[in-house]
């Protein structure tokens, strides 16, 4: 019972975030330029300010586990595998199997995962999650690269050198980057800076939250309610 307690004490505030942005977009007051504003702000601005805030704060030997490292990249890359296999069989073409591989084997760690990490575990913990994200998020743009790809025979249409430097720019590895020396050495930051970064990274989860809320289209769902189910299935 306790463990059943713990749990929903974990999950039930960030779904109840969820359903406020529910709410918030049925009554009017959020519009969808209100998602694109957040989306930006959130993935250039805010995010990026907490993997910051969390690594640099930290030394990184104390948060750096390779075994688990290992077997994330190693799970993630068998969901992918297994995702496009399935694709093969229940999609019609290659822009539905491109779709459905990135709906299953791409999980949304950056937002719920960190969530769910500081619900259960504490600021402690988000340091750890911020690593993992960090090693991940590369991963996942090479791989749905390749998912909206060559389903549909646009292997053509793949440039390395592009997807390296979308990669090299990516606000949330560039802030990992930036924040490594901070935690190897563990370089003092001006209090003011930090109290910034602390107000900036304060803002992530609850706007992304209701973003996600909020973009939520249930009518899209039942469009295409066989697929969405079984990518929900495989995730």
């Not at 250039?44 to 994330?72: G, H, K, T, W, Y």
């Not at 709906?103 to 402690?124: E, V």
């Amino acid at each position: 019972m306790q463990n059943i307690i713990f749990s929903a004490s974990v999950v039930a505030p960030v779904f109840i975030i969820i359903f406020i942005g529910i709410f918030l977009k049925q009554r009017g007051i959020i519009d969808e330029s209100f998602n694109s504003v957040t989306s930006k702000m959130v993935f250039n601005v805010a995010m990026p300010a907490l993997l910051f805030q969390e690594l640099s704060d930290i030394p990184i030997d104390e948060i750096f586990n390779l075994r688990q490292i290992i077997f994330i990249v190693a799970a993630l890359s068998f969901m992918f595998i297994l995702s496009w296999s399935v694709a093969l069989f229940i999609c019609k073409n290659g822009a539905d199997q491109g779709a459905f591989i990135q709906g299953s084997f791409r999980g949304n760690f950056a937002i719920l995962g960190l969530a769910l990490i500081y619900n259960a575990f504490g600021s402690g913990a988000l340091a750890n999650g911020a690593l993992v994200l960090a090693v991940i998020m590369p991963l996942y743009n090479v791989l749905s690269i390749i998912a909206l790809t060559v389903p549909q025979h646009r292997e053509k249409s793949l440039r390395p050198g592009h997807t390296v430097l979308k990669i090299a720019t990516n606000p949330l590895i560039l802030a990992a980057i930036v924040a490594i020396p901070f935690s190897l050495f563990q370089m003092p930051i001006h209090p003011i800076i930090t109290t910034t970064i602390d107000y900036l990274a304060g803002m992530t989860l609850p706007l992304a939250l209701i973003g996600i809320g909020s973009s939520l289209s249930f009518a899209s769902v039942r469009q295409d309610r066989a697929l969405a189910l079984a990518a929900t299935l495989l995730k």
